[in-house]
């Protein structure tokens, strides 16, 4: 089982993009669900995460303020609105289940897809 996560593109600093995850077997429709990407040469990293119901938010300090997370368990899929993007922000994002543990953890997580690609130009 994976998650689809779409919506990635190239941008410029400055600009907007909305980062969708898709759940076609309903496998996170009880579960929080979290964003991490991964930058060339570099660990992925936790972005954000969203509890069942919606009712908690956590974001990783590089991105608080300009990212936000939301879902739609009816369409079952996550979203993942990102303003003012910056150079840093480039990376394959990707989405996962979580299980247990740490929202910001990556081993918390499981059902990994193939990421989407998001490229920040100057």
């Known amino acids: 089982v994976q998650l689809q996560a779409f919506g990635g593109g190239l941008v410029q600093t400055g600009d907007s993009l909305r980062l969708s995850c898709t759940d076609s077997?309903?496998?996170?429709?009880?579960?929080?669900v979290g964003w991490f990407r991964q930058a060339p040469g570099k660990e992925r990293e936790f972005v954000a995460a969203l509890t069942w119901r919606g009712a908690d938010k956590y974001y990783a300090d590089s991105v608080r303020g300009r990212f936000t997370i939301s879902r739609d368990n009816a369409k079952n899929t996550v979203y993942l609105q990102m303003d003012s993007l910056e150079l840093e922000d480039t990376a394959v994002y990707y989405c996962?289940?979580?299980?247990?543990?740490?929202?910001?953890?990556?081993?918390?997580?499981?059902?990994w897809g193939p990421g989407t690609q998001v490229t920040v130009s100057s």
């Open positions: 996962a289940v979580h299980l247990r543990g740490s929202y910001s953890t990556r081993s918390s997580y499981r059902y």
């Open positions: 077997r309903r496998t996170f429709s009880n579960n929080a």
